[in-house]
Structure formats: structure tokens, C-alpha cells
Nanobody, 122 residues
Framework: QLQASGGGLVQAGGSLRLSCAAS????????VGWFRQAPGKGREFVAG????????LYADSVKGRFTISKDNVRSTVFLQMNSLKPEDTAVYYC?????????????????WGQGTLVTVSS
């Protein structure tokens, strides 16, 4: 099970940190990814991290602004979002992929958490 949290309302230029807590099974060999879905749009890959090796992958739209990290002890993956823009407004989801290397295709992810809403005002 994956539990996403940390969303909220923030002004443009501000920061938020999302958390994705894993429970109920071992995800130590998985990749955890963050996706987002804006109103009227498809689900978009944001960032992913290999739980075993720490390799990361970012969408071009968030490179340099967002940072994905993990806490093995707390079985939690974080998404630090800085310099937020109104176009970052979306429901953010975390998901787990059996692959050990982060991938950007949503259909490859096997387990999904509920979303957390991020709203960036201009």
C-alpha cells in the first residue's frame, strides 16, 4: 500500500514536500515514481527513484526544481518541489514499479496510492 500526502495550496515560487509512505509489502527492490494529473489532461510522469540503488529520473519540466529522495528506515519517498509554477497544479500520485530502474510510463507501475492535490496560485 502507498499513501501520498503533503499537498496543499502555495503561491507561485513557493515550495512543498510530498511524502509517499509504503506499507504492507516490501518495496525494497522496486522503483517508486511520482506522477501528476492536471484537470482535463493525462497522467504525466514527474520523477522516479530506485529503492535499491537510489538512481533517479526526472521529467524535463521539473528538472532543477524538484528533488526525489527516499528514507529506507521510514519506507518513505519524498518529492521536494521548489520554485513552483501555476502549471504544476495537479493531483500528484505515487506508484511502485517492479523494475529496479526508474521508468516514465505509467502503465508499467503496478501499485498506486491515492492522490494528493497541489494547487499553485499565480
Amino acid at each position: 500500500q502507498l499513501q501520498a500526502s503533503g499537498g496543499g495550496l502555495v503561491q507561485a515560487g513557493g515550495s512543498l514536500r510530498l511524502s509517499c509512505a509504503a506499507s504492507g509489502r516490501t518495496f525494497s527492490t522496486y522503483t517508486v515514481g511520482w506522477f501528476r494529473q492536471a484537470p482535463g489532461k493525462g497522467r504525466e510522469f514527474v520523477a522516479g527513484i530506485s529503492w535499491s540503488f537510489g538512481n533517479t529520473l526526472y521529467a524535463d519540466s521539473v528538472k532543477g526544481r524538484f528533488t526525489i529522495s527516499k528514507d529506507n528506515v521510514r519506507s518513505t519517498v519524498f518529492l521536494q518541489m521548489n520554485s513552483l509554477k501555476p502549471e504544476d497544479t495537479a493531483v500528484y500520485y505515487c506508484a511502485a514499479d517492479r523494475n529496479t530502474w526508474p521508468r516514465g510510463d505509467a502503465y508499467m507501475y503496478d501499485y498506486w496510492g491515492q492522490g494528493t492535490l497541489v494547487t499553485v496560485s499565480s
